[in-house]
């Protein structure tokens, strides 16, 4: 079982969409959870973390944590083209170290 | 400003050479990783290093080696290059390690070993 998994896609939306990502976890040891964006052929951004449970908005992004579930997932409203990226799930576990999953790759058709 | 500079961007190597992949940051950052990125995989960290003279592994130490002399300089060493090695390679900074989950990512380095 992969430490960090997410679906690889592609997920497919309209414009003006809710894209909704998803992230499972295996540690439950794990603390601290990040969303990346990853434009092709660029590095990675943070866009979102999250430490508790529950819901954390930051205008069109929303990350939600259950940890009893070992999920986390991204929600993105008014889904544009520009949100079109591959988007990274990343967990800090014990031992301080950050574990990614393979990425979502999002595509938002106009 | 220029943040993490990665250089080269591109590199072919024959199996068997090595090489240097450099990483400077001007950003008084104390930690420093190195990643590599496989097609459609995430982010492995290889290694890491909390300040001027401290290094340790990450998840696939084998076949690198770094070192950490200065706070701005971070370079990975390939030695006898493998095919299994090509990748494109991520040099990061933060100010306050990945606690934050704020990295500071280099432009990368595709590397291929032929």
Same mark, same amino acid.
Request: charged content about 15%; hydrophobic content about 30%.
């Given at each position: 079982?992969?430490?960090v998994?997410?679906?690889?896609?592609?997920?497919?939306?309209?414009?003006?969409?809710?894209?909704?990502?998803?992230?499972?976890y295996?540690?439950?040891?794990s603390?601290?959870f990040?969303?990346?964006?990853?434009?092709?052929?660029?590095?990675?951004?943070?866009?979102?973390?999250?430490?508790?449970?529950?819901?954390?908005?930051?205008?069109?992004?929303?990350?939600?944590?259950?940890?009893?579930?070992?999920?986390?997932?991204?929600?993105?409203?008014?889904?544009?083209?520009?949100?079109?990226?591959?988007?990274?799930?990343?967990v800090?576990?014990?031992?301080?170290?950050?574990t990614?999953?393979?990425?979502?790759?999002?595509?938002?058709?106009? | 400003?220029?943040?993490?500079?990665?250089?080269?961007?591109?590199?072919?190597?024959?199996?068997?050479?090595?090489?240097?992949?450099?990483?400077?940051?001007?950003?008084?950052?104390?930690?420093?990783?190195?990643?590599? &990125?496989?097609?459609?995989?995430?982010?492995?960290?290889?290694?890491?290093? *909390? !300040?001027? +003279?401290?290094?340790?592994? =990450? $998840?696939?130490?084998?076949?690198?080696?770094?070192?950490?002399?200065?706070?701005?300089?971070?370079?990975?060493?390939?030695?006898?290059?493998?095919?299994? &090695?090509?990748?494109?390679?991520?040099?990061?900074?933060?100010?306050?390690? *990945? !606690?934050? +989950?704020?990295?500071?990512? =280099? $432009?990368?380095?595709?590397?291929?070993?032929?």
């Amino acid at each position: 079982q992969k430490e960090v998994e997410q679906n690889s896609g592609p997920l497919s939306v309209p414009e003006g969409a809710i894209a909704s990502l998803n992230c499972t976890y295996s540690d439950r040891g794990s603390q601290s959870f990040f969303w990346y964006r990853q434009y092709s052929g660029k590095s990675p951004e943070l866009i979102m973390f999250i430490y508790s449970n529950g819901d954390k908005e930051d205008g069109r992004f929303t990350a939600q944590l259950n940890k009893a579930s070992q999920y986390v997932s991204l929600l993105i409203r008014d889904s544009q083209p520009s949100d079109s990226a591959t988007y990274l799930c990343a967990v800090i576990k014990a031992g301080n170290m950050l574990t990614f999953g393979g990425g979502t790759r999002l595509m938002v058709k106009p | 400003n220029a943040g993490v500079t990665q250089t080269p961007k591109f590199r072919i190597l024959k199996i068997g050479q090595s090489m240097t992949l450099q990483c400077t940051q001007d950003m008084n950052h104390n930690y420093m990783y190195w990643y590599r &990125q496989d097609p459609g995989m995430g982010l492995k960290l290889i290694y890491y290093s *909390v !300040g001027a +003279g401290i290094t340790d592994k =990450g $998840e696939v130490p084998n076949g690198y080696n770094v070192s950490r002399s200065t706070t701005e300089d971070f370079p990975l060493r390939l030695e006898l290059a493998a095919p299994s &090695q090509t990748s494109v390679y991520f040099c990061a900074s933060s100010p306050t390690g *990945v !606690g934050t +989950g704020e990295l500071f990512f =280099g $432009e990368g380095s595709r590397l291929t070993v032929l």
